[in-house]
C-alpha cells in the first residue's frame, strides 16, 4: 500500500488510543521514535510490530541512532560512541572501524524492527557548532569521505541504507537550529567545500536530510525549503535519486516558513518526500490536515525503498553472532 508524506512521533512505550488513529491516516507514512519511547529491546519490538498491525501497512520507522550524544537505543543495546572517534585518519585500519560500527548500529536498529536510522551525519567540523561537534567525521572531505562510505557500507551490510545529513552542511555555523534560525553567511565556493561530501557520496544514500540553515550567496530559503538545493542541485546537480526527508518541522530553525500549513507545503513543493513533526501533537495534526491523502507513485516508492523487507533477527540472537562479537571487542 501506498505510503503517505508525513512522519510523526509518539507519546510513551505503547500506543494510545489517538495514535492508533493517527497512525491509520493515509497522509501517515512512518513514524520516528525517541528515547521516551524505549525501555528495553523486547518492548521495542512490540511497538513496532504493533504501530504496523495497527497502521495495516508497512510504515517507515526510523530512530536517531547516531552514537555518542545521540543514541536512543540504550538499555540492552551497544553503547556506540561518537563518529568523531573514528578519524583523525581514514586508513584502512580507520575504515575497517567505521564499517564494523556501521554495521553493529544497522543491525541492532533492525532488531527491533525498525527500518532507519537517521546516520550518518556528513556535515564537517569547523569547531563553531556545539550541535555537530564530534557527531562529524571530522573536519576535511578527504577524511570524511572515505569514513563516511565505510560506514554505510556497513550500514549495508546488514540492510539497511543511510540517510545523510545535514545537506549541505550545518557545522559552520554556530546557531542550532532547534532554538534559532541559523544563517551561513559564506560563499559560494566556501559552501561548495560542505557539499563535496554529500556530492561524493550521493549515490550511496537512500535518504538525504536538509539543514534548517539559510545560505544567502545561493538562496534566501533554508535548504529544506528551497527548491534551488533540492532541485537544482541535490536531485539535478548530484543526480541523488533517494528519499529527501525535511528536519524536524517543529524546530525553530523552520518559523521563518510560516505555520504548520505553511511550512508542510513549503517542503513538499521544493522537493521534499517525507516531513517530520516532532514533539507538538497539535502541529502534527495541523500539518495532517493540511497534506494530501495521495502522493505521487515516484514520491511514494521512494520512502517505501528504506522499508526492510527482510525479517530481522532478536537482539538476543544477534549477540550470538561472531560479527557483533568482535563488534564488541572493537568498542572495548
Known amino acids: 500500500m501506498a505510503l503517505g508524506p508525513l512522519m510523526l512521533d509518539l507519546k510513551g512505550y505503547s500506543l494510545d488510543a489517538e495514535e492508533r488513529e493517527l497512525i491509520r491516516h493515509p497522509a501517515v507514512g512512518g513514524v520516528i521514535l525517541f528515547a521516551r519511547n524505549i525501555a ?3 518492548q521495542v519490538r512490540a511497538l513496532t510490530d504493533a504501530i504496523r498491525a495497527e497502521s495495516g501497512r508497512h510504515l517507515l520507522i526510523a530512530v536517531d541512532q547516531e552514537g555518542g550524544r545521540v543514541q536512543r537505543l540504550r538499555e540492552g543495546f551497544s553503547r ?14 580507520a575504515q575497517r572501524r ?5 554495521w553493529l548500529m544497522a543491525s541492532e536498529v533492525r532488531a527491533v524492527g525498525c527500518d532507519i536510522s537517521f546516520a550518518p551525519v556528513l556535515d564537517l567540523d569547523y569547531g563553531t557548532s556545539v550541535v555537530i561537534g564530534d557527531r562529524s567525521f571530522g ?17 549495508r551490510d546488514a540492510g539497511m541504507l543511510g540517510t545523510g545529513k545535514h545537506f549541505p552542511g550545518h557545522g559552520f555555523v554556530a546557531a542550532d537550529s532547534h532554538t534559532e534560525v541559523p544563517v551561513d553567511e559564506r560563499s559560494a565556493e566556501e559552501i561548495g567545500r560542505c557539499l563535496s561530501v554529500f556530492k561524493a557520496l550521493a549515490a550511496e544514500l537512500g535518504g538525504i536530510m536538509p539543514a534548517h540553515v539559510i545560505y544567502p550567496a545561493l538562496d534566501a530559503l533554508p ?10 542541485v541535490l536531485r539535478g546537480q548530484l543526480q541523488f535519486a533517494g528519499c529527501i526527508f525535511s528536519d524536524d518541522l517543529a524546530m525553530a530553525g523552520a518559523h521563518v516558513v510560516g505555520d504548520y500549513h505553511a511550512r508542510a507545503h513549503a517542503a513538499l513543493d521544493a522537493g521534499c518526500d517525507m516531513v517530520l513533526v516532532c514533539n507538538d501533537r ?11 491523502q495521495r502522493i505521487p507513485r515516484e514520491q511514494s516508492d521512494r520512502i517505501a525503498a528504506l522499508c526492510q523487507r527482510q525479517a530481522s533477527v532478536q537482539v538476543a540472537s544477534l549477540q550470538q553472532d561472531p560479527r557483533w562479537q568482535r563488534a564488541q571487542a572493537l568498542l572495548a
Not at 567505521?98 to 556501521?102: M, Q, V
Not at 572531505?141 to 556497513?154: E, K, S, T
Open 40 to 42: 528495553t529491546a523486547e
Open 80 to 93: 556506540l560512541p561518537p563518529l568523531r572517534t573514528l578519524g583523525p585518519e581514514a586508513d584502512a585500519e
Open 98 to 102: 567505521a564499517r564494523e560500527l556501521g
Open 139 to 155: 573536519p576535511d572531505p578527504a577524511q570524511v569521505v572515505p569514513l563516511a562510505r565505510a560506514y554505510l557500507n556497513g550500514m
Open 223 to 232: 535548504a529544506g525549503f528551497s527548491r534551488y538545493w533540492l532541485q537544482t
Open 282 to 292: 497539535a502541529g502534527a495534526i495541523e500539518t495532517l490536515q493540511a497534506l494530501p
